[in-house]
């Protein structure tokens, strides 16, 4: 049982050098895959010991004693890693070109994992910049400006999360999550930490996961880097690793959520600091979907959408109620699940097809109609049709959010799925529907391995959507207390309920009833596309008939007042003049002739002689 | 699972041939109401049954492949179950299981069926009212949300058939000052649902002629227009449920029924259509106002 | 073997850098080699030393001429001393094999001969305990720096070689007045009985006299405004000779400027200097990290990075907390590695390609692999990135900075290794993923050598456990003023 | 014609006995008038939607989809270039559909009997189930004609659909004598140079 925790962080990360080691096609999809499958099988395996108690593992490493813990809590984020991780392996089988890829996937699958695991700031901090890093050399491989971007950022997020471990130990002289929680919560009556420093420290732990989270202000490295990197690895990409940025959030309430509420005190009702986290996500969930509405690449859309889904998570962790972790915990599933499941079946347009504009696309559900299927049932999960995983998760955020009374962040979730439903039925024209653009005629059916992996990330989608009690039960004993009750099909809270069961029997019924009045009529005859109406002219094969670029056009003319400030100029402007200070402070130290130099020498001396004598 | 009591199936095929039946006349009456405004005689009240007897009777019918089946199918299949779940009158029904998200939810879904199908026709046309319902859609989203956050946060929770209870007790929602205004932003947004005049883009007739159902013909007309007839009564009876404190028999539900409609058709009669960026940009200035101020109050 | 034969490493490169001109004259090829076997010996001795200091937890303490300490010179190898005189033993010897190839400019004895003298100056700064040897140690180091940087006679290395001379000179003229202060205080040079003395001499001689000694060897150990002729004077001079600049030079300048520090601890406006070192140090970081962000030329690239990584120990050991001076030391270990890795692939690319521009660099990785990856594993440990061995150490020096109370400082730090990151990723960039070209052939002692170097990096990266006791033992020797003091057998004679 | 429209001919006929009536009373008082107006009649149309003359009464509704539309109003003088839209819409119109012609010109050319351009007698390319005289005829004409139009459809005489079906054959020699072989694909690419 001790080194099981061992295998399950580290195995992936073998793997990765194994595959890297032995680049030879057949060898390394197969190393690879075991390397994704083992965690899978320990997580299954310890599953019934997590419900009772925690397995924990201690190793010192370079004077730091790290500890590994696996309790209920990161049991679930560990599952919902691994899940991502077995349909990201099968997906890269059929997309990975070289061992460089398998390699640095599987680092930040192992990373991803530690940093759910660790319990000890160092090992976490560790993990996390290993994380960042494989994910950034996955980047780095196609596009050089995307991935510095998205390194710069997450990098200026883990040294203000090393900022914030240093103020800490320095204040607790601790490393470790428990005395620290322990300590920070005497501090309350002794006042070691000050407002102002506990208020700087909630900052830099804030932008730390906020980054990694792609919260509003933060999130402009997310299409670029989502985009560029291999696609079926994106699924991952996006499905695991924003949930470490959301675990961080979790973490900042477990560590110091008592010793904020004693510095901030409350603001209507809410927690303050819990209160600021819900406006973050809240705003991320607006403009993220209004942005994705607006896309032209299939990708960016989708990384979009993935940051405007995590800013559920954030809304859901800010309103702060138990309720609203449960929703935030159900939604961290559901979101890897169907966000993963987009982003395979986008990895194999791309692969099939090699386009990744929406112009380009079109009329490929005949083409490739298992993946349509499983896009069809990624749409409906995440705009939140009922039968669906995407539905459930997102009720209980409602719930959470409309019962702690914050109506204006609630109103803010309606915006955002409005918006959702917009840009994924946006994807479900552009993409699948109305007439094929010639060059796309041979397309075949996406490789097989892709093609089970998706299966994989359908199933829950649909099994979770059924029977949301399953998640929601595990999540009740991760807290310890009845959040919600129920049983496997419905959910009850203090003030709704919702069966899933009977909403999707009463679906069936209705579509059976409407399926019959169809069937009654005349029987169909099939004509090709070309049959339109088309105020009476004749319409011939060459014709493209479908409006695939500015689809929204008049939502961009009702935003454009909005449409003109954006984030990620303002960062790019930053790096610019960053750049030109460097340049001219360079120019002006280390300007070559001796004579300066000798008069910095008597600078320092004149210091030294009044610093002396003072 | 369910033990198939035979109560509810009755009732449930009792109620789904009502709410179809009156869905009918509702629309009769829509048209019926809008010629006498413009002292015309007008079409008799059932015409629209006619009309869909007539569609189901095309001798032939054409289909664009088996998502253009399919959408008709889902849009009426999911009505059917958003209407399922509204606490018609004394009839429980399923309300008991479903709350007030759910229903919002499940009356969205059919926007999804009749987009599924009119993408799949291929015709420009139906290409752009797509683009145009769902931008009415988002529009109306925000709005639509905070007159519903505002109701909740008044009566405290979410469950139709308790709202309606503390209704009767406590007296309908509107005459709650801040859930008045929270009425008005519904109306406005009610008027965008329907897809009557102002914001009736969606399927504008002089510009992109049936705008999404402009491919469809025969049975496949007959089921969108059965369709909306549902959704006509399903989203009557929950404005009903909502505001105007839901009815213990049928009757009195259905006058509540026809007086919104009535006032929706006013309007309608009315007002000139909406370009869909004003529409846009009109639902994200006043009636998101009203609604802000609606849930500040009731906070 | 009892201690005094510890007094060789000093002994040996004195004894056979005059012997070169000898060998010169038996035979020129014969020259190359014998360098090589000399710091061959030199890695068995200093690697003996080691072993015995470590072993029996005891410093070897090498009394000149039989004479006891105050009136003799001593010798004091403690931890630190025993550890970095292997380090510099070994990064000579593989410098000297590199020098083989890359050196081809003509009096290669007077190079031989200058490498030697350059090596002995470094060990003595360390290994001395008397602050007067210790100026004639700097003076051996300094002056060999400079005939060494203008070595490939080209109109720049003159350049640099000039202003490194004059900086140099100012710096050691001061040290050598801020001596026969504290001399003419104490009345003694022998470093243990200054420290006993310290206490209690005039505070104003105490303060300049200190103030002095430190600004002396902070134009070695390249603080903030007094290292302007670093990037130039490594730029300029050979490959081999840049990376023992960067790999124990300069450290030596910093190990006897903190040896002084912790020495005078007694003296009343101590924690001042320390502020002020600590000023100096960030400043050195930031602005060298900036200076480096639009560099073209790799090597001056490299050379600015190493002078912030420099500074960030001179900031670790300025900040007066025994984890700091832990931090720090271990943190010249990690550097000393990776910097040696970083010069020794950018200079055999300079060589084999002709240039160490960034345009030389594109698509190394098809051209030169073995080398590319050596350079890319160097640049990835610089940037800090987890499973490589500075990680380890920067966590450690952030750890005591804020530890310490100087949490602007390590905030400023932290920016600037976002700088450093950024650089270091274009560079690997453009060597993996931009251009291309056939295959060359590359030498294989240098590939091994290279491939050594990469696995000591992995395994303190990986492991780290060792290394961190070795540096504990190590800052421990140097913050620990009171052992070393009884360590010294004095005469007791004098005030 | 293309091979497109052979598929057009196999559909079977599914009659439903039973409802026949109830279908024919339904088809009767629900009209929907395809909104395609040819010539100089098109004006005619709208005043029987006003207060006055109202055929909604009648059930009747201008739609602008052909695919839900029954009655195709040619109302005035067709040329071969509308007559090619108005073959192209009457197909895709689907199976009860009648044609009423308004005005003389498409009976019998009338004013412009000996113009080149003008489609002499309308009935050799489409069936005509009413026809209503006059050079462009009043509303109270024009609402007769749909009185008869009605009747028609009651009593099942109203087949001008089942008359183009039978012999498709006849109509499309007529057509491709005025228009040449295949004239969809020419006319569709002539319409591409402009996009």
Known sequence: MINDLMILIFAPLVAGILAWAFDVRGIREAIGFIGAAIPVVILAKTYQTVLSNSINYTITVGGFKLIFQLTALNWYFAAVAAIVGIAMALGMISTSRSGYEWLFALMSYTGVLGVFLSQD??????????????????????????????????????????????????KTGALDFA???????????????????????????????????????????????????????????????SKAGVYGILLLYILMGAKLYAEFGTFHGHLTFAYVIAWIGAITVVVASFLAVLQEDIRKLFAYSSVGQVGYILLAFGVGTSLGFAGGLFHVLSHAVFKGLFWLVTAAIILQTGKTKFKDMGGLAEKMPFTFAMGLIAVLSLSGIPPMAGFASKWLIYEAAIQAHMPLVAGAIFLGSGLAFAYVVRFLYAVWFGQRPSDLDNVKEAPLPLLIGMAILAIPNILFGVAPGLVTEYINKAFGSEIVGGDYFKLVTPTGTYNALLVTIVLVLGLAIAGLVFLYGATTRKIPVTNTYQSGNPVIEDYNLSIRRNFYKPLAEALDFWLKYSWDRFYERIAGIAEDFADTLRQSFYNGNVQSYSWYLAIVLLILALWGVL | MIGIDWKIVLEVIGMLIYATFMGFIFMGIERKAMARIQRRVGPPLYQPILDTLKLLGKKESVSH???????????????????????IANFQLFSSNADLIVVAYLLEVPMLGIMLGAMSSGNPYSAVGVQRGLLTMVAMQLPYGLALIAIVQHWGSFKLSEIVALQSVHGWSITVPALLLAFIVFDIVFQAMLGLEPFDIITAPAEISMGPMLEYGGKHAALLFTQHAVQLFAETAFFAVLFLGGASNLIELLIKQIAVLFIAIFVASIYPRFTIDQAAKFFWKWPTIIGIIAVLLTV | MNGQYAALIIALPLVSAFFVPVIKAISKKAVMPFLLLVTLAQVGIAGWVFNEVYTSDKPIIVMAGGWRPPVGINLYIGHFAALFVLIIAVISFFMAYFSIKAVKVEPLDKYAMLFLLLMLGATGMIATGDIFNLFVFMEITAITAYALTAYNKTGEAAEASMKYMILGGIGSSFFLIGIALIYGATGTLNMAQIAQLAGNINPTVAQVGLALLIFGLAVEAELFPLNAWAPDAYQAAPHPITVMFSAFVVKAGLYAAARLLYLMQAVSTWHSVLRLLVIMAVLTVVVAEFSALRQRDVKRMIAYSSISQVGMIAFALALGSQAGVDAGVFHMVNHAIVKALLFLGVGYVGIKLGGTTLEDFEGLGRRMPLTAFAITVGSLSAVGIPLFNIFWSKVRIMLAGVSAGYTWGVALILGASVVEAVYYLRLIHRIWFAGGGERLSESFALGAIMLFLVALILVIGFYPNYAWSLAQKAGADIFDVTRYVSNVPLMGVGA | MSERNDDFITYELQEFKLFEPLFRWARKKSLWIVAFCTGCGGIEMPPLATARYDFERFGIMPNPAPRMGDLFLITGYVTPKTLKRIIITYEMMQDPKYVMIHGSCPINGGVYWDSYNVVKQFDKYLPVDVAIAGCMPRPEAVMDGIMEIMRKIESGKADGWKRYRDNYEWYKKNQDELFGEGWREKEGKRWLAWI
Request: proline letters at 3%; a neutral charge; glycine letters at 8%.
């Open chain 1, 121 to 170: 700031f160092i090992g976490f901090f560790l993990l996390w910049e290993l994380m960042t890093f494989a994910s950034f050399m996955m980047v780095l491989r196609n596009n050089r400006h995307e991935s510095l971007k998205y390194f710069v950022l997450s990098v200026i997020g883990a040294y203000a999360m090393m900022l914030g471990i240093a103020i800490l130990y320095a």
């Open chain 1, 179 to 241: 005395t620290i929680r322990q300590a920070l919560y005497m501090d309350l009556s002794i006042g070691a930490i000050s407002k102002g420093e506990s208020a700087l420290l909630f900052v830099l732990f804030l932008t730390a996961f906020g980054v990694k989270a792609g919260a509003f202000p933060l999130h402009v490295w997310a299409p670029g880097a989502y985009s560029e990197a291999n696609q079926s690895y994106t699924s991952f990409f996006s499905g695991a690793l």
């Open chain 2, 65 to 87: 492949g088996l998502i253009y089946d399919f959408g008709p199918v889902f849009a009426l299949g999911a009505t059917i179950t958003a209407l399922l779940f509204i606490p």
